[in-house]
DNA sequence: CTAATCTATCGTAATAATACGATTGTAAAA
DNA sequence: TTTTACAATCGTATTATTACGATAGATTAG
């Protein structure tokens, strides 16, 4: 099958999971993480600061792009990448969420 | 090759990678937030609980329980499954980390 | 216009993930 | 001991992910 079934899940629950996906790729998280320290975010530094080759780390923009995490703009004949803060802020509201429900009371094993 | 370079990345961000990774699936979701939020941690109620096969719910405990995120208990003929405090603390101020990371000030796209 | 530069996409190969039924392994109950 | 109940694992089919080279598209420079 190998088909997520998505359908039989809350709204929520496949939101977050979806970012969290997108969030699962040691080379996005280099990615947030130089685009959130750094004033700099032209593709092309991105793609010199990674160890992976140019398509690759253009397939990964495209993954984080597309959860909405971070958003590019041309600028001239690059393209200059950033957090979009919109849902920058909803992916940190949840994850705050999720980790804010644990009852630090004692576990039950 | 469809094989992540793991070695190509410093040792926190593969962490947080796989951390969020096991999040990025919305059974699992599913899972975490039962976990937080009821006492009971009895591995057929979950199964019950979720829209999925014994075994797919038995395989996506496995991948939480392989992070760390939960940890299992045998319990008479059953199996008491809950949050992993420790490991959940450290996840919990991983993604404090890098959502705090963010410089809220202007963005430059 | 042409060449150079930058990035996205295509094609492809290898590996991982998702899901289920069937089976196996444990532990309590009869 | 034998049955019953619970959960893990196996086998397998389908789909997704990761990665790269090659190519295409778009924009500036000459």
């Known amino acids: 099958m190998g088909l997520t079934k998505t359908n039989k899940f809350t709204k929520e629950q496949n939101e977050l999971a979806r970012l969290a996906k997108a969030l699962g790729h040691p080379a996005r998280i280099a990615i947030i993480e130089h685009l959130t320290k750094a004033q700099s975010c032209i593709c092309g ?21 597309s959860v909405g995490l971070i958003k ?18 909803v992916a940190k509201v949840q994850f705050e969420g999720l980790f804010a429900s644990l009852k630090s009371a004692e576990n039950c094993c």
């Open 45 to 65: 530094d991105i793609v010199k600061e990674l160890p992976l080759s140019q398509s690759t780390v253009s397939q990964h923009l495209k993954e984080l792009k």
């Open 72 to 89: 590019g703009t041309i600028e001239g004949p690059s393209v200059c990448y950033c957090i979009n803060n919109e849902v920058w802020l």
